[in-house]
């Protein structure tokens, strides 16, 4: 059994601090979180991965969505790759985007979708 930190101060008992310290999420765990909202916390960003949470899209379609140029998109959709927030696919000559079918892209969906008060389209 690891041994608890000694803590400063006790707020809690011994087998509620334990609790709290076993469900700590890893180091690991908590990069992947912090590196996706780094890269949700810059509003173009956000708003091209809401777009692709709803539809899946080429970088002139999704630079015409979000008023922006194709290479300020595809520079966004690199950072957003790198942080496994969205998945591309070769479709002829077209490279095309959606969200990444994972669990921390789908509740980051939801999150935002909360927080914003925006409704997904039906």
């Given at each position: 059994m690891e041994r608890m930190p000694d803590l400063p101060h006790s707020h809690n008992d011994t087998d509620t601090q334990r609790h709290i310290l076993d469900a700590m999420?890893?180091?690991?765990?908590i990069e992947v979180v912090s590196e996706a909202l780094r890269q949700l916390g810059?509003?173009?960003?956000?708003?091209?991965?809401?777009?692709?949470c709803h539809t899946e899209e080429c970088v002139?379609?999704?630079?015409?969505?979000?008023?922006?140029s194709s290479p300020a998109v595809s520079h966004?959709?690199?950072l957003l790759k790198s942080a496994e927030l969205v998945v591309?696919?070769?479709?002829g000559k077209e490279m095309l985007y959606r969200a990444a079918d994972t669990e921390l892209a789908g509740e980051l969906h939801h999150i935002i979708e909360r927080i914003a008060e925006i409704s997904c389209p039906a």
């Amino acid at each position: 059994m690891e041994r608890m930190p000694d803590l400063p101060h006790s707020h809690n008992d011994t087998d509620t601090q334990r609790h709290i310290l076993d469900a700590m999420p890893s180091e690991e765990a908590i990069e992947v979180v912090s590196e996706a909202l780094r890269q949700l916390g810059d509003p173009s960003r956000l708003r091209i991965f809401w777009l692709l949470c709803h539809t899946e899209e080429c970088v002139a379609d999704i630079a015409a969505c979000v008023g922006m140029s194709s290479p300020a998109v595809s520079h966004h959709l690199r950072l957003l790759k790198s942080a496994e927030l969205v998945v591309s696919r070769r479709a002829g000559k077209e490279m095309l985007y959606r969200a990444a079918d994972t669990e921390l892209a789908g509740e980051l969906h939801h999150i935002i979708e909360r927080i914003a008060e925006i409704s997904c389209p039906a």
